[in-house]
């Protein structure tokens, strides 16, 4: 039996939804509020759940991301009295079904059901297909997980994809992954860096060339577009692109048909396309410096690949994964992540995003040599200076002035925050406590650092006892 969850405060519309349920002889749930719909979701498993923008404990889209990562997640479709624009985008991005007005009529909700269930009925029928390969990808986090819904939708089809992501999120990853799992995997996968081509080669590298057609061509050669002939054609940061090499591409990927340099006949090729870009490809179209009959050929499919910030809880999982493909590189000896370590590495920014993540995970293992823990001491100076600042002006609201190499200012001992205490009655305080543990801490870090885990050396420059200091190292989760 199908089975019906119903979310929404409005007790005539659960009600009228109630009753239509029951004529079409299925299952059930009323809740009223965000924490009643928790509760049932924990307990039961949907095939449909009706939820309600405006509920008395919250909006229902803040539980809309609790609703889609659980096991067998049913379709939603939103319920408000509000015409809120933003509110529809906001949840036709984060997966829901269908978003209805209310009063919505019986018919339209009926209809709304039923291609709500058939749809899930196919997509449960075709379960039995072979599940996505994505070891590569590591990640459980909601942003994560719906890029690899798409990727494997994207894996079952043919259709241009294009790949949007900051730099460093892994679009070249996402690319192999579903070129993969296609039906194209044993042909070729052929990279374009279209940030890199030569300006006097391009059509030569892209289209090939035949001999003669140019100084230093002796022999025949194919291009790019044709290396991926029955195989996929990766445009990476396709946003670097020429207007020419652009209105060239474009008939190259309606016709799949292009002519080499010094060539008198047309090729063709049968490649796949999928494109990547860090850059605001929409924003470009506005600004003519991208063509907009190029931009939606290649967007066919877009999958939206999450900056880590806002993936903060793969980091540990990214990690792990990345130690042991380079202990087996390199032939070192498996390590352990310290607390200090990981939560270090979660206040952190991550401009770079994965990318940098691995490169800074590589020198905190060379840092660590032969120890068998990595600890925040191990991580860079400037980075551990970065998230001290980074943690003391969300305490604080202020920023913290910096020298010339980003390090905060000094008076003898390193005063991290000195600005904190400038005009210090202007600004809302944190608890004294609070504060306290949080310079201090960060105190003992550099403390350590400066005197290279030197004890004797660490207690004449803090005038710390010996006793007092290690209490301070197990009262902190620090280490030498």
């Known amino acids: 039996m199908k089975q019906i969850l119903i979310i929404d405060d409005d007790i005539e519309a659960c009600e009228t939804i109630e009753s239509l349920v029951s004529r079409l002889s299925y299952g059930c749930d009323m809740t009223h509020t965000i924490a009643q719909g928790r509760e049932c979701l924990a307990r039961n498993s949907y095939d449909v759940a009706f939820l309600d923008v405006g509920l008395p404990d919250g909006s229902g889209l803040d539980l809309l991301p609790e609703v889609m990562e659980v096991d067998n997640a049913p379709e939603v479709i939103i319920l408000t009295g509000k015409g809120d624009a933003d509110g529809a985008e906001l949840a036709i991005k984060g997966g829901v079904w269908d978003y209805l007005l209310k009063p919505s009529s019986v018919r339209e909700i009926t209809l709304t059901l039923d291609r709500a269930l058939k749809y899930r009925a196919e997509k449960e029928a075709k379960s039995t297909r072979e599940d996505l390969h994505h070891s590569a990808v590591i990640g459980k986090s909601q942003g994560i997980q719906a890029s690899l819904r798409l990727t494997n939708k994207a894996a079952g089809s043919d259709t241009n994809v294009l790949i949007t ?7 070249e990853l996402f690319a192999r992954t579903i070129h993969e799992n296609s ?21 030569s590298t892209l289209f090939g060339h035949v001999k003669g057609a140019f100084t230093g061509a002796q022999k025949d050669a194919i291009g790019l577009v044709k290396a991926a002939d029955g195989g996929t054609l990766f445009l990476d940061e396709i946003g670097e692109m020429s207007l020419s090499l652009q209105k060239m591409f474009l008939r190259v990927l309606q016709e799949h048909r292009f002519r080499p340099v010094g060539g008198t006949h047309e090729d063709k090729s049968n490649f796949r396309l999928i494109a990547a ?10 600004e003519g410096r991208f063509r907009s009959d190029l ?46 370590f990981v939560a270090t590495l979660s206040s952190y920014s991550w401009p770079g995003n ?20 990595l600890f925040s001491v191990h991580l860079s100076r400037e980075l551990r200076i970065q998230v001290a600042k ?3 002006e969300k305490m604080t609201g202020r920023e913290i002035l910096a020298d010339d190499e980003g390090a905060p200012i000094t008076n003898g001992v390193r005063k991290i925050g000195q600005k904190i205490f400038e005009d210090i009655f202007d600004s809302e305080l944190p608890h004294l406590k609070e504060f306290k543990a949080t310079v201090e801490k960060i105190y003992l870090s550099e403390l350590i650092r400066q005197c290279k885990g030197e004890v004797s050396d660490i207690l004449n420059k803090s005038g710390l006892s010996r006793s007092h200091f290690y209490a301070l190292l197990k009262k902190y989760g620090l280490n030498m």
């Open 295 to 340: 931009f939606f050929r290649i967007k066919t499919m877009q999958i939206r690949l999450p900056a880590l910030r806002h993936r903060l809880e793969d980091i540990e999982s990214l990690l792990e994964a990345r130690m042991e493909y380079l202990c087996g590189q390199y032939g070192l000896e498996p390590k352990i992540l310290g607390e200090d």
């Open 390 to 392: 980074s943690q003391i």
């Open 277 to 286: 870009t860090n850059r605001d490809l929409e924003a470009m179209v506005d």
């Open 183 to 203: 039906d194209r995997a044993m042909q070729q996968f052929v990279v374009v860096d279209c940030a890199s081509l030569p300006v006097s080669l391009v059509e």
């Open 165 to 171: 992501g900051e730099t460093g999120t892994g679009k």
């Open 354 to 373: 994965v990318r940098e993540l691995f490169n800074i995970l590589e020198r905190a293992m060379v840092n660590a040599g032969d120890e068998t823990t």
